[in-house]
């Protein structure tokens, strides 16, 4: 009896603690910002990338971005790389994210790397294979464009990248949101 005790009130205890510290809002660029949080015993860092309208209201866009230093803007709109569940949910996956704020982010992977497959048109190797072996490498912004390279974990296999405007950002968040 005293075991099963001891054991509820464990339970209650950490169910009832909340060791997760969250910063305030941070501003970033346009209306974006990120919370910082840390969490565990051991201390581990995240972030969650969130909107702030102009009367203070605040909007969760992604919940754990790669890098909230590589998030690139233009007017209400961002991309960035994040992560999410693998579809058995084993581990978390490497994506490609659009935001159109206020509205929760939107994965572009695929589409944006049938974009660099149709720029670089590569050779020698099955377009299936690509979608399943594509990490994402780098997103720069050069000149009001977008570049973005991808590694493709195939020995041997080079980058595939490529320069997509703004405007083709918009319209695959729009495509994205369109598909829900």
Request: hydrophobic share 40%.
């Amino acid at each position: 009896m005293k075991t099963g005790i001891i054991i509820m009130f464990s339970v209650l205890a950490t169910i009832s603690c909340d060791n997760r510290k969250r910063s305030n809002f941070i501003p970033l660029k346009n209306g974006f910002g990120y919370v910082y949080i840390e969490s565990g015993i051991h201390v581990s860092a995240t972030a969650e990338l969130y909107y702030k309208d102009s009367k203070g209201n605040q909007t969760l866009i992604w919940d754990i971005p790669a890098d909230v230093n590589q998030i690139y803007f233009h007017k209400n709109t961002a991309i960035f790389m994040g992560f999410k569940p693998a579809k058995d949910n084993s581990r978390l996956v490497d994506r490609l994210f659009v935001a159109q704020a206020p509205q929760k982010a939107v994965d572009v992977t695929n589409d944006v790397l049938k974009i660099c497959l149709e720029q670089s048109k590569p050779t020698g190797i099955s377009e299936d294979i690509i979608y399943k072996r594509a990490t994402i490498a780098t997103v720069s912004e050069k000149n009001g464009m977008l570049q973005i390279i991808f590694i493709i974990q195939v020995k041997g296999w080079p980058q595939v990248k490529c320069n997509i405007s703004w405007e083709t950002v918009k319209m695959l968040f729009d495509k994205q949101v369109k598909k829900k």
